[in-house]
């Protein structure tokens, strides 16, 4: 069955940057885009961005061009997610997402990690 | 970007009830609309595509209606596992965007 098991909690200082891993299992890893979507404690979903099954083409939503930066290693069936210049309000859970269906970008956001919480202090 | 407004952001009910949740779009979306139940603690949980299509796996007391800026979940017979939040969320254009959530608790 479709697993992702995404890396733990991080507790990160004001201007750092954070790299939270997502391992993919039980599929043809080459074959699905993934996306990333965020949840501030007790607020709604905020996506954040998508890339390619190859790792070759993202985008990203323009409230975090130029601070995040999403890449997968085909070896290791794992993506990532880098956000960098960190401030309070990024301070939330960090959710990996694969599509439902293959090869197309559909955006039906059909398999979800478990989340990773980031926590930003000053 | 598209925005997304839930209606209503909270509702009580009783196990039994009939329960509907609507979704507006900023502008017009097709049938480009999902919907999502969330659990405390939990990841979000897709339920319904492309408007009104159910998920696999999806019980069928829950569906979908809708399509240009109007669109509406509905529980047919609220079960006690449904109690959650709900979202909405349009992929017409990115970037993908989410409504407010609607929470869902027991009257």
């Known amino acids: 069955q479709v697993q992702l098991v995404q890396s733990g909690a991080e507790v990160k200082k004001h201007g750092a940057s954070v790299k939270v891993s997502c391992k993919a299992s039980?599929?043809?890893?080459?074959?699905?885009?993934f996306h990333w979507v965020r949840q501030a404690p007790g607020q709604g979903l905020e996506w954040m961005g998508k890339i390619n099954p190859t790792g070759t083409s993202t985008t990203y939503a323009q409230k975090f061009q130029g601070r995040v930066t999403m890449t997968r290693d085909t070896s290791t069936s794992t993506v990532y997610m880098d956000l960098s210049s960190l401030r309070s309000e990024d301070t939330a859970f960090y959710y990996c997402?694969?599509?439902?269906?293959?090869?197309?970008?559909?955006?039906?956001?059909?398999?979800w990690g478990q989340g990773t919480l980031v926590t930003v202090s000053s | 970007a598209i925005q997304l407004t839930q209606s209503p952001s909270s509702l009580s009910a009783s196990v039994g009830d009939r329960v509907t949740i609507t979704c507006r779009a900023s502008q017009g979306i097709s049938s480009s609309l999902a919907w999502y139940q969330q659990k405390p603690g939990n990841a979000p949980n897709l339920l319904i595509y492309?408007?009104?299509s159910l998920e696999s796996g999806v019980p069928s007391r829950f569906s979908g209606s809708g399509s240009g800026t109007d669109f509406t979940l509905t529980i047919s017979s609220l079960q006690p596992e449904d109690f959650a939040t709900y979202y909405c969320?349009?992929?017409?254009?990115?970037?993908?965007?989410f409504g407010g959530g609607t929470k869902v608790e027991i009257k």
């Open positions: 997402v694969r599509e439902t269906e293959p090869y197309s970008s559909s955006s039906r956001l059909g398999y």
């Open positions: 039980g599929h043809t890893f080459t074959s699905y885009y």
């Open positions: 969320q349009q992929f017409n254009s990115y970037p993908l965007t």
């Open positions: 492309g408007a009104s």
